[in-house]
């Protein structure tokens, strides 16, 4: 059975820090994906990570994949109070039937301080 | 608009007293899922859909049903609600190919009593 996990499950942090948002997966697999979610609100799709190396980047946010060591980062520069939010990683598992499912980490709840 | 709609967005209801979480997708996706998510459990899967007529279990499948009898629309059914299926619903949809992200639903904030 697939399990994703993230590190660390809260994150507060001073604005311009870095940080790092680690997500490990069980299996083999060569897609994952990148999720914000912020309170009260639905999950919004922030990185498609489709191959071993692939790096991403969006403003202060930064998301790779190493699919041999099943680990993709969600890096964090100089951090500012609107990257407070959860962060979720979700990984695909071809299921017995040759259909596909996304597992998703626990989440990762970020606080920005000022 | 490209969008993924929920209804309804809050739902009390009782426990035994039958009910429908509506999802409707506008992008032509192929896949279609639904979600509960529970403080420190993340995101669950309950049934997921990769075309018409094709649906299979996710993870907690238990007391819940679903059908695709269209390629736009994914209903959620509780035949026989009961409180510790109190959650937050989400229905998302993908284009199926594994390329792109899911879009998501506004949710579904469901209290069973």
């Known amino acids: 059975e697939l399990k994703v996990e993230q590190n660390p499950l809260f994150l507060s942090m001073q604005e311009g820090k870095n940080y790092t948002i680690y997500c490990n997966y069980s299996?083999?697999?060569?897609?994952l994906y990148w999720y914000r979610q912020d309170p009260g609100k639905s999950l919004e799709s922030l990185f498609v990570?489709?191959?071993?190396?692939a790096v991403k980047q969006e403003g202060r946010l930064m998301a790779s994949l190493d699919t041999k060591a099943r680990l993709s980062t969600l890096h964090i520069t100089a951090a500012v109070h609107d990257l407070s939010a959860t962060y979720f990683c979700?990984?695909?598992?071809?299921?017995?039937?040759?259909?596909?499912?996304?597992?998703f980490g626990t989440g990762t709840r970020l606080k920005v301080l000022a | 608009e490209a969008q993924v709609t929920q209804n309804p967005r809050y739902l009390i209801t009782v426990t035994g007293k039958k009910l429908t979480v509506t999802c409707s997708q506008n992008?032509?996706?192929?896949?279609m899922s639904w979600y509960r998510q529970d403080p420190g459990l993340g995101l669950r899967q309950i049934y997921y859909?990769?075309?018409?007529?094709?649906?299979d279990k996710g993870d907690v499948p238990e007391g819940y049903k679903v059908s695709r009898k269209e390629k736009r629309n994914f209903p959620l059914i509780l035949e026989s609600p009961s409180p510790n299926q109190t959650s937050l619903y989400f229905c998302?949809?993908?284009?199926?190919?594994?390329?792109?992200?899911?879009?998501f639903g506004s949710g579904t904030r469901l209290t069973v009593v």
């Open positions: 998302a949809s993908s284009p199926g190919t594994g390329a792109y992200g899911y879009t």
């Open positions: 299996t083999t697999s060569d897609r």
């Open positions: 990570l489709l191959s071993n190396g």
């Open positions: 979700a990984v695909t598992e071809i299921a017995t039937s040759g259909t596909y499912k996304y597992i």
């Open positions: 992008m032509n996706h192929e896949y």
């Open positions: 859909s990769m075309n018409v007529e094709v649906t």
